[in-house]
């Protein structure tokens, strides 16, 4: 069968939920990698022992405890190489990764493997980015662009909000709906894939440049100046800067 779109593809969906808003320093409470096939979600979870006590912060938005997560979680190191595996293997197969603002989501796995001395997170294929590619097409449209915002605009179901499961199947929802506003090459999804990757990087740069300009407008140069320093940061994982400053 001839390759037209990204629709034609298999979609796995990715989502973390962390103790923290930095994907520099966050760690991994719960993530979980989906595969839809056709409407069938399967998914698989994990929930890892936390390294340091969860903020209560963080816990008030997905609802897991230190002490839960203590009793009932994976061991880190052994759980995060999984999540990465399931990536890669996705990757290998061919298949189109899904997350929702996915630079926060690729570059907090990419630490976490990093700092558990495994090897860091290398994207090997197609992924696509709900959050990048509404504001993109839609970018004069008011109001939040929250998962949960953005699932209410394009009647899309999110059955519970910051639960990793219900997150990463929702965004694969929306990567279904929105995909065909990347470029496509027919029958040839590499180069599509090259296309596509190519453009919503641009599109994040283009983001992020607009928002630090407009926090500079309000008298906020230093939260601009941290934006811009995330434009150029990369996507969908930010560049690692080693101890000593250099770029890895």
Known sequence: MTWHGWRDSQIIGFDTE??????????????TVGT?????????????KPERPIPEAATAVHGI?????????RWRPEAVAEIAG???AAWLAGAVVVAYNASFDMTVLDRELRRLSLDPLVVGGMVIDPFIIDKAIDRYRRGSRKLADVCRHYDILLTSAHDAGADALAAARLAWKLAPNLPVVAGDP???????????????????????????????PETAAKIEAEAESGWPLHVWIGQEGMVA
């Open 190 to 220: 590499a180069a599509s894939a090259r296309l596509a990757m190519a453009q919503q990087e641009e599109w994040h740069r283009e983001q992020k440049l607009g928002l630090a300009d407009f926090r500079r407008k309000k008298g906020d």
């Open 86 to 88: 399931h990536l890669n």
């Open 36 to 48: 839809t096939q056709s409407a069938v979600w399967d998914p698989t979870s994990w929930l890892v």
């Open 18 to 31: 962390t103790d923290g808003a930095d994907p520099e320093s966050a760690r991994i409470i719960t993530a």
């Open 65 to 73: 405890t230190t002490e839960h997560a203590k009793e009932k979680g």
